[in-house]
């Protein structure tokens, strides 16, 4: 099932995506929202399933602005960085004396404020005033639909209700100045386009099998399968959740394939103006515009 967020009568509301017939079905007021079917469990995610296959209101979905899928968050948006190893050897040397002494052994981890997240369509907030290295990141978000804490990594999809595609758009100057961790050169306001749906994770045949992409303008700046993933999904959910709970609703980013723009000789960096597309088979596609906007 694929659960979508828009604004309908001034209110949010769920549907159910056919992306076939190119529809939403309305899912029935009483249901809630997309994060209250996620937080609901089952339960909830049947009564979303019996209200979509009778479909009492079916729209064009060209017809419908889609919002981020998520709006209500527990915490702030949890992230994996260096997870494809081509992605920790393209930025060696080039990290400003911020270079790890070794490969990663276990995921590394950090957090970025959930008022970066924007919808699937949404502009890309750029001021220059703030920070002159604005990057691209494709990734995979994953969100926790069952609440767990040092889960083992056999049952860790278990605690897995969905699949999202993101892009972690970072300041890469900001990410440097504030003593090498990454939480403020990751935080910057509408940053961070998530959706277009959430992709439920029966949907999903072949985790190991998924391509992450990112376009700007056109050109396509990477392109890697999640079988280059250094740690799998279920490893990632494992080493966070141990000793530390995992609630439903989080939303967990699993980091970025090579080809970022920092990395490139010379520079690919964000400009107001561009379009970032950014897709995942399976799990839908992104089309955001870069547009300066006053954030100092």
């Not at 910057?188 to 391509?211: C, F, K, N, S, V």
Request: charged share 25%; with cysteine; hydrophobic share 40%.
């Amino acid at each position: 099932m694929k659960l979508a967020s828009f604004i309908l009568d001034g209110a949010r509301r769920a549907g159910a995506v056919d992306e076939t017939e190119q529809t939403v079905t309305v899912l029935p007021t009483p249901l809630g929202t997309v994060d209250d079917i996620v937080r609901g469990g089952a339960d909830a995610l049947a009564a979303a399933r019996v209200a979509a296959a009778a479909g009492d209101d079916v729209r064009p979905l060209s017809r419908i602005r889609l919002a981020s899928p998520l709006h209500r968050f527990n915490r702030d948006v949890l992230c994996t960085g260096w997870n494809y190893l081509d992605h920790f050897e393209e930025s060696r040397g080039r990290r400003e004396g911020q270079d790890p002494a070794s490969l990663p052994q276990r995921p590394t981890f950090f957090t970025k404020g959930p008022d970066t997240v924007i919808g699937p369509s949404d502009d890309i907030a750029y001021d220059p005033a703030l920070s002159t290295q604005w990057d691209y990141e494709a990734e995979i978000a994953l969100v926790i639909g069952q609440d767990g804490r040092s889960i083992p990594e056999e049952k860790a999809l278990d605690h897995v209700f969905g699949y999202l595609v993101a892009n972690d758009v970072s300041q890469r100057d900001l990410q440097r100045a504030h003593g090498g961790q990454w939480l403020k050169g990751k935080s910057i306001d509408a940053t961070m386009p998530l959706g277009p749906w959430l992709t439920t994770a029966d949907e999903i045949d072949d985790l190991a099998g998924l391509q992450v992409q990112c376009e700007v303008n056109g050109r396509l700046l990477q392109n890697a399968s999640t079988a280059q993933m250094a740690f799998s999904f279920a490893r990632i959910i494992a080493e966070l959740s141990h000793g530390m709970t995992l609630r439903a609703g989080d939303l967990v980013l699993t980091g970025t394939p090579s080809g970022i723009g920092s990395a490139r000789d010379p520079q690919v960096l964000l400009h107001d103006g561009d379009l970032v597309v950014t897709r995942v088979a399976g799990l839908g596609e992104l089309r955001n515009r870069v547009t300066r906007t006053p954030l100092t």
